[in-house]
C-alpha cells in the first residue's frame, strides 16, 4: 500500500519527506520507486530503527541530533 501510495503522488527522482518516521518502511519504499527522501523524527529510538532498516543501501546519508 505503501508503495501505491508513493508512486501515486509522486515521480521517479522527487523529494518525498516523511515527518514522525519510525521504522524506514518509507525510505525503503523511496528506493525502490527511485525518489529522493528525508525521514525525520524526534525519537531516537524510531531513527536508530530506521538506521537499521536502511542499512547497506546505497547514497543514504544520516543525521541524528
Not at 505503501?2 to 528506493?31: H, M, P, T, W, Y
Request: hydrophobic share 45%; proline share 0%.
Amino acid at each position: 500500500l505503501l508503495n501505491q501510495i508513493i508512486k501515486a503522488s509522486s515521480n521517479r527522482k522527487d523529494l518525498v519527506v516523511q515527518l514522525f518516521a519510525v521504522d524506514g518502511s518509507v525510505g525503503e519504499a523511496c528506493l525502490k520507486l527511485g525518489r529522493k527522501f528525508i525521514l525525520l523524527s524526534n525519537s531516537k529510538k524510531a531513527m536508530k530503527k530506521t538506521a537499521k532498516s536502511l542499512e547497506g543501501k546505497s547514497n543514504i546519508e544520516y543525521l541524528i541530533l
